[in-house]
Structure formats: structure tokens, C-alpha cells
């Protein structure tokens, strides 16, 4: 019992990764021909299994293996394949093809469970595309409403709309997309830590307690171009180093929070007109701001709006600031937590209790069924980075453990010998 | 005498100005097609007047009016017509309008010179698109290298060499658009303030006594991407801080030195990789100082330094910092400032004496012959920016004032009564 191909994992993880575009990294964003392909891949090599593949309104895979017993509900895994720009090999995939090796393995030794054993590829995990994360997670669970994202629109300018339209999905139907509470009896997502913890401890399983939900903003910031040369310091209004403020003063504000594990991020900074000799007229940024306490993270949002009204006045900007979204921190289920720990403790895997400082499509997945997060270590806690590593022997620790918990909740009810 | 058609000078500005992509301003960016186009409408106007026009191998317009005496150097004034992004419509434009309106009006009045009269539309004034500013009037001082220009690319990564092929021009022969200090009498240019202070002042002319040359930076700092959640704020290298410091840093150095007139302008800052979920890895700063005094532009200088050893160290940063040039002041030609300032107490017009805090085409031809700028007004000092407005009124004086010069040095020699 338990025999699973590890090299069969690393073949379908290292084949997985060829569908990107051309870059540095993985290049392989929600709703474009790779991802869409790679989904594919993954629909056919499912099927192979003798699974049931359902692909719903906005573009989720939903591959079932059947159980002994119909009427009951489904112990649910999965995890994602979209990834952001100049991306590593292992964020979301991880889950994706050690749920898929979980399968096979039970197939290799038929082995049937009780409950049926639903693998879920969600759509549009990340926000690097339209600025909207685990688009896929959140229409299931309900959480999506049409006009959340009919407007969205990438960097090129391209609609989700358009998209959804060319790949045959519909953003009119999404609440087609929608499921009950009833059809799961738990969830479950493995992935990689994406950060230094697990290494830092020298843990090989981090169980995760809860997730911290990001807030996000668009913050739009309004000078005045003029000539760089004949423009004399104190005449000018430079909305890049009103930007520049606010970015450090975010810095200071998350760093006073770090005991609350609050942190704050401008990953985006758009400079108008961006030209050598013009004091920069205007500058959009994307702010994230993430903690596991609300009030920490109440605490930086309101360092943010203080700092705007006293750069805005100091320079003599024009600030105008957007919401883009404001997820709650969302807690694991304690049984799930339990359970982990007692199968960590019986194989001899070390392990900690930890929250997750990113988001994952199981926050939305446990507004439906009890649900629970791991991690396996990230290499120098990079992720998000072409250099991303994860080792195939944390990668087997992981796989191994996910199929443990997974035949708990399903319940072997036979195992055919050859 | 001295009968100039402003109306007819209106018309030419506008048409010009039609010669655009589009967008929010003017976008007649360094040879394109909009450029290329607008070029050869003044060239035609030249040749409309009788003109004997040439393009030199850097896409210079040299157009030349005879004099009575061949054998005297010629009296030379222009400016140029490319622009930045989302440029105004007088920034370069307007002494070459004027220029031709001179021209026009010594033909309507049927005025002679004995010195020829020449006007000339400088390629590539702006560095807007190419990061290199003033390469016609370099190429014509023979301040320009091959070696200066063959890698530059624009944002799009498209090279001059396939620009210069595109329209006809050589890179190889640069050279061959050098000319020497025999064939010039006196370079003029009339030009937009392109700053607050001719307004600030209620002065009607600014006579420019030096232009201070930019120095200019390309500035790259590597840090470590990593994923926006999951990467305390302590463990990260986020290289939009590091900037974000630097820029502010710059600021303050500029400000110090406000007294002697230096000023630093950061109006490139590209975030990699630019999404709200990913700590910044890397980001490329454009720079620019400029002043008229060296000593006070290096103390600036030496401030940036110094921020970079500490950022470096302080936020384990790595940075690498290009000089892309460094242009010295350049004096303006003290007669022909004595000239402007005796035409103007002759006719009334209110003048200042200034320095330039832009660069400009003026500053290469100084190399050639004693040369002179001069100002007019720009509304709320704005320039490289949609709203840049100078009134009519304006440039008629700066069109009349610019004639009265040319007149002074070109000699009449006859006029024919018609």
C-alpha cells in the first residue's frame, strides 16, 4: 500500500512546465494559450485515469473518481497551473500534479474508497493578469459576482471578457460556476511555502493555521509634468517622489506590525510620461497589504491614508485611491489540523504550525467544507522567481502525506489484490 | 520694413502640429514617421521660397537663403520640431516658424542680405526617445561619435541604426554632417522659456547668458523578487525601495543646492517584475542633473554615490550606474547678448538676463560661432506637457526680435521697391 512513482510525478511536473511563454521564467498567465493548453494536458492525463472531467463556466477542472458509495460527498484536493510573470516550476503545480499522482497510484493498485475523490484545477489563482486572484476558488464557493470582473482588463488592454469569449467560457454564467456545501465532505491543498519559514526552522511540513487575505489598492497619484531642467525644485510637483514617500512609509508601517506578521508591498509603479527629462506628471501604484489580524492590518491602512493626506498637502498632489479588493483572514479547520499533525508524527516528518502570508484557492474552498493547507519548503524562501526550487523529496513528503489524508477521509472500502 | 505676417506664422504652427501620433499631446517623437513627415512639409515651405535645401546624414534640414556675397559666412538660426511624449505644440517649433516667417517676409519685402541666411531643423533634439538629446546639433559641432550612438534603442527596443536606414540616413557617415567654423557668421535660436520664471517675473524676453548642461544616469538596482505574502519585511531586498530612497535622496541634495540654480529629476523608473503580488527584483532609474555651476552639479553627483554605498549595504542591494552623458555649461556669446538687449530698449520690450536650465541646440553651435538664445514666455512656466502654451502675441515679438538680429548681422544689402 502507499507504493507511489515519484519519476512519474517529476516527468508530468517537468512536462507541465513546458507549456509557457518564452522568458526567463514560466511565463504561463490565467486565460492565455499556454494555460489554457497545459489545463488540457491535464484533462487528458485525468481522463487516462478513468476519471470524469468536467471543465465549468469560467474555466475550473473538476476530474472525479468515483466512489463505492455515490450518494456521498466528495474528499476534494487541488491546488492551480496559472501562473504571474517570469514565474518558478512549483507554485500551484505542486498540488495539481501530486493530486494527480495520488490518483494514479490508487489506480495502480486498485484501491477504491468509499467517498468519491474529486481533483480540482482552479482557474485564475494568480492576480499577475487582470489584478484579481483565485478567480476560479471564489466562483465556486459563490463568492463572485459578474460585475467583480467584467470590466478587468491586463496590461495590453485585453477584456476577461474577450478572453473568456475565445477559450468558450462565459462571464454571464458564472454562477453556473457554483457549487453546494453538500457535494464536499473536506478539501484539501497542498503547495509550496513561497516564503523562508519552513527552511529557516529546518521543518519539512508546515500545517498552516489560517491565511491572511490580501487588501489591495489602486493608488492614482496627480502632479504636473514639466521640463526637468527649467523647472526649479521648489515649483515642481513631482508625483514619483509622493510615490517614493508612500512606498517607504507602507515599509515603516508594516515593519512596526512584523509581530502581528503584517506586511506591506508595493510591487507596482507605473511613472507618466516616464521620459528622462519630464518631472513625472503621474504615477499609478498597486498596493498590498496583507496580515492574519485585521486590526494589524487596519493599523497599516490607516498609516497609508495619513501618509496621502500629508504628502498630498506637503507636495501638492492629487491622490485618489481604489480598493480593489479586501479578503478576511481565513482560519484552517482544527480536526484537518489535527489529522496532519498525527500522520507527521506517525511517519517521522517534522513539522510546525504556521499561518500563510499568501493567499490560496482553499481560503474560498473553506467557505464550503472543512479545509486545510501544507507546505513543503521553498528554497531560500523564493518564490514568485525563476529560481523557485522545490526538491522532489519534499515534493514525494508532500504527495505521500496529501494520499494519506486523502484515504482517511475517503475510506478504503476494498483493494482489489492482483 | 520689418512687416511680418503672424497670421501666416499661426497657420504654419498648426499645420505643423497636425504631424502627430496620437494622443493625450503632441507625440512627434525622433525619427518616425510623424517626424519624418513634418520635416518634409518645412522642407517644401523652404523650397516655396527659394530656398536651397539639404539634409545632412543625421536628418538635419539645412536650408539656405543667398546672400549678395557668396563668399561671406552664413548668418544661421533654428531650433528643431521633434518632441517628447505627449508633448505641447511650441517647445522646438516655434523658432523654426519664426525662422521661416523671417524668411518670408524679407522675400515679401523683396530685402537682400549680403550675408547668406540660413535656417536649420536640428534632428533628434529631444533624448525622449532615443535616452540622447541635441544629435543633430552635435553631429554638426562634430561633438558625435559613431561609437555614441550605434547601441541606443527606444522603449521598444527598435534601434537608431534601423531608424536612420528607414528614413534615408547613415550612422556610418555621421561624420559627413560636420561643418566648420568658416561657414558660420552667428548662430541664433529663439525657444520657449519652458519654465516659470520669465511669467513669475512679468518680463516679456529672457536673454539667456548660459546653458547648463545635463548630466544623466542610468541607474539599475538588483534586489530579490519574492512573493508579496509570504516574505516577511525583514528577509526582503526590494529593489522599488531602494529606489524610492534614492529618489528622495536626490531630492534633497537638489534642494541644498537650489541657490545655484542645480536641479535632479528622476523620470524613469521601471519596476520589475510589476505585479501587486510580487516584492520588486529589480527596477532601472533614469536620472538627470543639471546646473549651470559644475561645482554645485557635483556635489549632487557625489550625494547620489553616497546614498548608493549606503542603500546598497542597508537594504542588500546590488547597484550598477551608467553615466549616459555630461555635457559642460555653455556661455552665450556676450555681443550678441548686448545686441538682444539694445533691441530691446529700442522697441520696449521688457527683458531679464537668465541661464538656461534645459539644453538645447544652441549650446553644440556655440562650438561653431558665437551663438545666443533667447526666450519667450511659457503660460505657468509649463512645457513637455499637453498644456505648454505660449500666446501669439508672444511669439510675434520673439518672430520680430529674431528678424531684427538676423537683419543686424546678414546686412541689407538692397531693397527693391515694388
Redesign the interface.
Known sequence: MCIMNFKRLEHTLGKLNTFSKQGQGINRLAYTDEERQATQYIIDLCEKEGMEVNVDTVGNVIARRKGTNSALPAVACGSHIDS???AGKYDGTVGVVAALEVIRSLNDDNIRTEHPIEMIVFACE???RF?F?TLGSKAMAGLLKKEDITNLKDKQGISIQREFSKYGLNVNEIKEAERSKEVFKVFLELHI????VLEKEGKQIGIVTGI?G?T?FKLQIQG????????????RK?A??G???I??TL?EA??SE?SR?T?????????N?????????MVEM???I?GISIESREVVIKELYHAMQRIEKQRELKMSIIKLNDEAPVKMDENMIDSIKETCEQYGNTYTLMP????HDVMNMAQLSPSVLFFIPSRN?????PEEYTSLEHIAMGAFLLKEEILKHAKVSQKLVR
Chains 1, 2 share one sequence.
Open positions: 504571474v510573470y517570469e494568480e492576480s499577475a489584478g486572484s511555502e513561497q516564503g523562508p491572511a490580501p489591495r504636473q509634468a514639466s521640463h526637468s531642467g527649467s523647472t526649479p525644485m521648489n515649483y513631482d514619483f517622489l510615490a517614493a514617500e512606498a517607504l515599509e508594516a515593519q512584523a506578521g506586511v506591506a508591498t508595493v510591487g507596482v509603479c507605473d511613472v510620461p516616464g521620459a528622462m527629462n519630464i518631472v513625472p506628471g498597486g498596493i498590498d496583507r500563510s502570508g499568501a493567499g524562501g523564493l518564490s514568485h522567481n
